[in-house]
């Protein structure tokens, strides 16, 4: 008597066992990822490696004008030195001396190295806006594979929900069964650990929601626990895709692009590297002064000033093969990033065709895991009503009931996967698909 009183109380404990949700501030997917590519460090460091390469495009640009230094000082001399007559004497009655002076300078002609400076340094702007773009798709690959698992997690609740309640009714036929003597206890212990399994099912899929909010709210970096709204765990409508238009927009893809920025680059230092081959052309020009007027010839004071211009030719005759080897190295270089370029142009065709496939199978996956879900929950309905009048077994109402649960589980796979999927398509074309 006190088995069966206990087994009906049972569902209401369990109910009461419900444990309180966390302070979860739901966001929707757009919002996300964009704090997230504002947030992440890889962004961060993205838009620093965009501002030193413009940086660097303007220094290249610098080396055309020319340079203007100036500078000025005061020395004091005291104590002895030697005369005329190579005798020690004192130094004169003026201590202190100083100095002032102006120089300028302009390199005429260097071989066309700092032309070479110049494309390098655009290139290299180029690669860093490549660059930025595939940081932000990567992140936000991050962040979508975080928050469909944070769906999928949902939709296990969901699941696990139905579950519960299943086993729940389940239970309260068998002990209504015990209690009139048409069934023995097996089957009401039976039912009992099948809401057992199906609260622990229940609170797996809770604390996967937790993890993987926890997750999101990292790549966000808000000061508060983030999850996916509830609008999101919608089902989403499985549209086909265009191989043909992929494979085009992948090889105009983030990584494509960092790649030829690469060539671009390479074939510029490869340019410069041949300018040291060639003569180095400069003029200069200095004015200098010094005397003992401390406000430096400022008012009525004087000091005397000199003046220098110079035209300078140089050429290195012979350095040991030095240039030889940097244009060998820059050769080497530019080889190097002709193969990278080619390799992620085929990688991509690689990714597309693969992905793809991946899509279209899961595609159908999810429309026959439907069916299936469909199936089980007309089969489970009659072994149900047959178990309630006594036709069929309590195994063969826990068959069905597990096969359904399996298909539901399934069925969240599949469509886990078909959006982490279209995400890496993303990815790697560097847009969104609609």
């Known amino acids: 008597m006190k088995t069966w009183l206990m087994l009906a109380a049972l569902p209401a404990a369990l109910a009461a066992q419900q444990p309180a949700a966390d302070s979860l501030h739901p966001i929707t997917l757009k919002q996300a990822i964009a704090l997230a590519t504002q947030n992440a460090p890889a962004a961060v460091a993205a838009q620093g490696q965009i501002s030193s390469a413009n940086a660097a495009v303007t220094s290249a640009y610098a080396n055309f004008i020319p340079t203007l230094s100036w500078s000025m000082g005061q020395s004091q001399q005291s104590g002895d030195r030697f005369g005329q007559s190579g005798t020690i004497v004192p130094y004169a009655a003026q201590p202190w001396s100083y100095s002032d002076g102006l120089r300028t300078s302009l390199t ?8 070479a400076s110049v494309r390098t340094a655009k290139a290299g702007v180029r690669s860093a806006e490549a660059n930025q773009v595939a940081q932000q798709f990567n992140i936000a690959l991050q962040v979508k594979t975080q928050y469909y698992n944070i769906l999928a997690a949902e939709e296990s609740e969901s699941a696990a929900q139905a579950q519960l309640d299943q086993a729940v009714e389940q239970l309260k036929v068998s002990v209504a069964k015990l209690v009139a003597g048409a069934t023995t206890r097996s089957d009401s212990l039976r039912s009992a650990i099948q809401v057992g399994s199906a609260r622990l099912a229940l609170l797996t899929a809770q604390n996967n929601i937790k993890v993987a909010s926890a997750a ?10 983030v999850t996916a709204t509830a609008s999101d765990t919608l089902d989403q409508s499985v549209t ?3 191989s043909a238009l992929l494979v085009h927009l992948a090889e105009q893809g983030p990584a494509v692009r960092s790649a030829q920025a690469g060539l671009t680059t390479a074939q510029a230092a490869y340019a410069g590297s041949k300018g040291s081959f060639l003569p180095t052309i400069s003029v200069s020009y200095s004015r200098s002064g010094s005397g003992f007027d401390k406000y430096y010839g400022i008012g009525s004071g004087k000091m005397a000033y000199s003046k220098s211009l110079s035209l300078n030719l140089s050429y290195n005759i012979f350095d040991n093969w030095t240039r030889e080897a940097q244009t060998a190295n820059a050769s080497v270089q530019v080889r190097n990033a002709e193969a990278n370029l080619r390799d992620a142009d085929l990688a991509a065709q690689q990714n597309v065709v693969q992905y793809v496939a991946n899509l279209q199978t899961l595609q159908e996956q999810i429309q026959i895991q439907q069916q299936s879900i469909a199936a089980a929950e007309e089969d489970l309905r009659v072994q149900q009503q047959r178990y309630g009048v006594g036709a069929s077994t309590l195994l063969d109402v826990l068959t069905s009931e597990t096969a359904l649960n399996q298909a539901r589980v399934q069925l969240i796979q599949y469509r886990l996967n078909y959006r982490t999927t279209k995400a890496q398509i993303e990815q790697l ?3 969104d698909l609609q």
């Open 429 to 431: 074309i560097g847009r």
């Open 108 to 115: 005429l002609f260097d071989g066309g190295q700092r032309f």
């Open 216 to 225: 999101l709210t990292r790549l966000v970096a808000t000061p508060y626990l």
């Open 240 to 242: 086909p895709v265009d």
